[in-house]
């Protein structure tokens, strides 16, 4: 039972570029997170999904897409880089919303 | 809004002193679960405690203890006897009902150093 991996743990990028990280849970889970954090400002919401097919906006969506094609994965893209998007991105897993998230060991991306 | 302030930013003690960690939280709803997080050195997120709005019982777990008043919107965290394994970032969050589903707020985390 690994819980909630994520792909690749780091990644450097230049302005413009693509990429999509990957994350996984292998708990059933129904509900999973994006979450980005920053130095002082602990950790935001980017986008959520509350169940496979589904997903929504968080606090800070833009400059990122995901998708939730089957349950335990849950896939963030960034389509043209940029250098406010460096940053550690943890993603998340629960139940349901309101249970306790479980989160992955982080991406550190930077974006030069 | 909901909101969960932390204002203690970094807190540095000796080994075997206590050492209690702030969280103040704002939010409207009734109904709200209340969590602290580690972030140790080595950067993952691990999971201590979840509290429910309606659970005012202060829990202990070994030298970890928590202390929840509604009354002033805190939910405080005390390491006793603290180690140098404890030198960490600890994040205080809140989930509740606001945005249509239980969305988790964070704090900015404080950062606790504990020299031998």
């Known amino acids: 039972n690994a819980g909630v991996t994520q792909t690749p743990k780091f990644r450097v990028l230049k302005t413009g570029q693509s990429m999509t990280l990957l994350c996984a849970q292998d708990?059933?889970?129904?509900?999973m997170y994006w979450y980005r954090q920053d130095p002082g400002m602990g950790l935001r919401l980017i986008h959520y999904?509350?169940?496979?097919?589904?997903?929504a906006k968080g606090e800070v969506p833009d400059g990122y897409n995901v998708s939730r094609l089957k349950k335990q994965n849950f896939l963030l893209g960034l389509e043209s880089a940029a250098p406010s998007q460096t940053s550690v991105y943890f993603c998340?897993?629960?139940?349901?919303?309101?249970?306790?998230?479980?989160f992955g060991p982080g991406t550190r991306l930077t974006v030069l | 809004a909901q909101k969960v302030t932390q204002a203690q930013t970094e807190i540095s003690v000796v080994e075997k002193e206590d050492v209690t960690l702030d969280c103040v939280y704002e939010?409207?709803?009734?109904?709200?679960?209340l969590f602290w997080y580690k972030q140790p050195p080595s950067g993952e997120l691990v999971f201590l405690i979840r509290?429910?709005?309606?659970?005012?019982q202060n829990e202990i777990s070994g030298r970890y203890s928590w202390n929840f008043q509604k009354s002033t919107s805190s939910f405080n965290f005390t390491i006793t006897a603290s180690q140098v394994v404890d030198s960490a970032v600890y994040f205080c969050?809140?989930?509740?009902?606001?945005?249509?589903?239980?969305?988790?707020?964070f704090g900015a985390g404080t950062r606790l150093a504990v020299h031998p």
């Open positions: 998340a897993s629960s139940t349901q919303g309101a249970d306790t998230q479980y």
């Open positions: 708990m059933n889970h129904e509900y």
């Open positions: 999904s509350v169940g496979e097919g589904t997903t």
């Open positions: 939010t409207r709803d009734t109904t709200y679960y």
């Open positions: 509290r429910n709005s309606f659970d005012e």
């Open positions: 969050a809140l989930s509740d009902g606001s945005g249509g589903y239980n969305k988790l707020i």
